[in-house]
């Protein structure tokens, strides 16, 4: 229509084609995603068992052999400290895992984001191992326009009439 004001910060208007973008990138999306879950997985069962020993029993024997930094932290692997640290890791592997399944769903980009990050410097049990590729994975992924666009991160073109 001519003269239509169309106002640069007005809210976005629900695109129905938007779900035809989902469905033409799903293939993109979800192998990443279903990497970030199971690299969150195995990290949070890691870091929960780390916790339950950090919690539980006498701490081994250190060795006496072994190089300083490497009794160091069999030192501090055991008692409050630990426990706290590695219960920072559950929740750290906890917002990986939803943020790879709104990934899924096409939802909060913002998040997948954030996890995809998570997951490349996720120290905690070594799960950085795996998560480091694919965390670079999913974050190429999802910076790229046409995924973006299929999440609604960026508005739809708008059709001249």
Not at 15 to 29: C, E, R, T
Not at 133 to 144: A, D, E, F, H, Y
Request: glycine letters at 10%; proline letters at 9%.
């Amino acid at each position: 229509m001519a003269g239509q004001f169309n106002n640069p910060y007005s809210s976005p208007q629900f695109n129905p084609g938007n779900q035809n973008m989902q469905s033409s990138v799903k293939g993109k999306v979800l192998a990443p995603a279903i990497f970030l879950t199971v690299v969150g997985s195995l990290g949070i069962l890691f870091s929960i068992f780390n916790c339950a020993t950090a919690m539980i029993g006498e701490p081994p024997p250190i060795d006496p052999n072994a190089p300083e930094f490497l009794r160091e932290m069999q030192k501090n692997a055991h008692g409050p400290v630990a426990v706290v640290i590695q219960g920072i890791f559950v929740v750290v592997n906890a917002v990986i895992i939803f943020g790879a399944v709104q990934m899924m769903r096409f939802q909060m980009w913002p998040l997948g984001l954030a996890a995809s990050i998570l997951a490349m410097v996720n120290i905690g049990t070594c799960c950085c191992i795996l998560g480091l590729p694919g965390g670079i994975w999913s974050l190429v992924i999802l910076l790229q326009a046409d995924v973006k666009q299929a999440f609604g991160a960026t508005p739809a073109p708008q059709q001249q009439q």
